[in-house]
């Protein structure tokens, strides 16, 4: 499967950072993330700051209102200006939540969509019919979620499993998505991460989140990453292999030099997997 052209470790790219960056982006960062929704209708001086991160490093983009399991018919309009936006700006990858946000309007949040055999055909179906229309291909997150639905019939990875093998697309590793998950629903997190499909991922998230309970977990993008989550994606980079990573970080801003270190740990991360596997067998 073809792979995207992007590697390293990335930073989300909001506003309150881009004073600091364009003061000079420092040598670990090799690509930056933003949501097209939050950046596609920009006009004047916005436009012309985000354009200048876009004429010198790539970008990934990840969408958030698409809806990609929900019932209301694709919004092919939307679909048509992302398709120009990618276009326009050189994106390298765009990916969608596998989870619905709108039902007769938007819901303004991101909902689980039921485990189901039908649910997979029909969100692979619309995963497609995205694919077709933005003539590339797309990769899919795996979502948190707070509530199992009770007419499920399989599990989430398996669930997970199937939509990707029958819409052909890719796969965006979210590891803290799979510990907060794994917490919320009680499973084994890294049995979890063992049985998803390594040949389909391009693109990964690490994040932090709050403990609203023991066993409740908000996925908010809001805290440092913790030691469980870093564990889980070194992990996955052992076994699946190196993949481009990002740092989510969308509430509770810190200063850059914060974020930066946690940047620096995807790198490390990525660096002592290539110490072991590529140096030591040249």
């Not at 995963?127 to 509530?147: C, G, H, P």
């Not at 989510?248 to 030099?257: F, G, H, M, T």
Request: net charge negative.
């Amino acid at each position: 499967m073809t792979r995207i052209q992007l590697d390293g470790a990335g930073l989300g790219l909001r506003r309150e950072l881009m004073l600091p960056l364009m003061a000079g982006v420092p040598p670990l960062i090799s690509f930056f993330e933003v949501s097209p929704e939050n950046w596609i209708d920009l006009g004047g001086k916005r436009a012309n700051d985000f354009r200048w991160f876009t004429e010198r490093y790539p970008f990934v983009a990840h969408g958030l209102s698409l809806s990609i399991g929900g019932p209301d018919p694709l919004d092919l309009d939307f679909l048509k200006r992302i398709k120009s936006f990618l276009t326009d700006h050189r994106i390298r990858l765009y990916t969608e939540h596998l989870s619905y946000c709108a039902d007769r309007g938007h819901l303004y949040d991101l909902f689980p969509i039921p485990f189901t055999e039908e649910a997979v055909y029909f969100t692979a179906q619309r995963i497609r019919q995205t694919q077709d229309i933005l003539e590339r291909r797309i990769a899919i997150e795996n979502a948190s979620y707070y509530v199992s639905s009770p007419i499920a019939d399989m599990d989430e990875l398996t669930f997970i499993r199937a939509v990707l093998d029958e819409a052909d697309c890719w796969l965006h590793l979210d590891v803290n998505n799979i510990y907060v998950n794994s917490v919320n629903h009680g499973y084994d997190p890294v049995k979890f991460l063992l049985g998803l499909p390594g040949d389909r991922i391009v693109y990964g998230h690490v994040a932090g989140h709050d403990h609203d309970s023991p066993d409740l977990i908000i996925d908010s993008h809001g805290q440092a990453v913790i030691d469980p989550v870093w564990q889980l994606l070194e992990m996955a980079y052992e076994q699946f292999g190196l993949f481009p990573t990002l740092l989510e970080r969308d509430v509770n801003i810190p200063p850059l030099a914060d974020l930066l270190k946690e940047v620096e740990q995807i790198e490390t991360s990525q660096y002592l997997w290539y110490t072991r596997h590529v140096q030591q067998s040249a």
